[in-house]
């Protein structure tokens, strides 16, 4: 079966330090994967989604960047975080329609 | 493009009341949709979908929804709440291409009263 892991699950980072979120996908292959972001009382906004390693496609400008070193490892980036970056982080992949999340990371920027 | 609405950012219900969460969407081509729970600080899980065929689906925990095209909605019910029920759900819209990506409605927070 599939699985998805995202981590860490919590992160407190200062105002212009470096973020790297690791997500990787097992039991499956050519995934499209997926980074969401998802702030305090508002929905989920889709930040990069990726069809293919090294094929990015960015959905809003931003702080951040994304990156598919390999078929089923998916990478969010920033070189300095700002106070809005902070929120809870969502990566999924999908197969078909329908996409499975990982458990997110909460990025608290001080 | 496609775009979701959910009306009511918060709704109650005592426990073993009807749940009913509205969601109506907009696309220029057949939707594929979609219901997903979260939980606090958790991921989120797939509820149920509709890509086509029968327009009334079954999910897990006894949830359905309706996909009715002339109204542009697809409402998730359930006939009887549980307080294990209290989270959050989101619809969310897809369609049939490559990418497959999900737009999601801003949400909805079901609270169960005992």
């Known amino acids: 079966s599939q699985t998805i892991h995202q981590w860490p699950a919590t992160l407190v980072q200062p105002v212009g330090s470096p973020l790297s979120l690791e997500c990787t996908v097992e039991?499956?292959?050519?995934?499209?994967l997926y980074w969401y972001r998802q702030a305090a009382g508002r929905g989920l906004q889709l930040l990069f989604y990726?069809?293919?390693?090294?094929?990015i496609s960015s959905e809003v400008p931003q702080n951040l960047s994304a990156s598919r070193p390999q078929d089923r490892q998916f990478i969010l980036s920033s070189k300095k975080l700002l106070l809005s970056d902070s929120g809870f982080y969502l990566c999924?992949?999908?197969?078909?329609?329908?996409?499975?999340f990982g458990q997110g990371t909460r990025l608290t920027v001080v | 493009a496609q775009s979701v609405t959910q009306l009511g950012s918060h709704v109650s219900v005592s426990e073993g009341a009807l749940v009913l969460l509205r969601c109506n969407y907009s696309s220029s081509v057949p939707p594929y949709l979609f219901w997903y729970v979260q939980y606090p600080n958790q991921g989120l899980q797939l509820l149920l979908k509709y890509t086509t065929g029968a327009t009334l689906v079954k999910g897990i925990n006894g949830f359905e929804a309706e996909f009715k095209k002339s109204e542009t909605s697809f409402h998730l019910t359930k006939p009887s709440a549980h307080m294990s029920d209290a989270a959050e759900y989101f619809c969310?819209?897809?369609?049939?291409?490559?990418?497959?990506?999900?737009?999601f409605g801003s949400g909805t927070r079901l609270l169960v009263r005992p």
């Open positions: 999924a992949w999908s197969g078909g329609p329908e996409a499975f």
């Open positions: 990726s069809v293919g390693i090294g094929q």
């Open positions: 969310a819209v897809t369609r049939m291409d490559s990418s497959y990506k999900l737009i």
């Open positions: 039991g499956t292959s050519n995934p499209n």
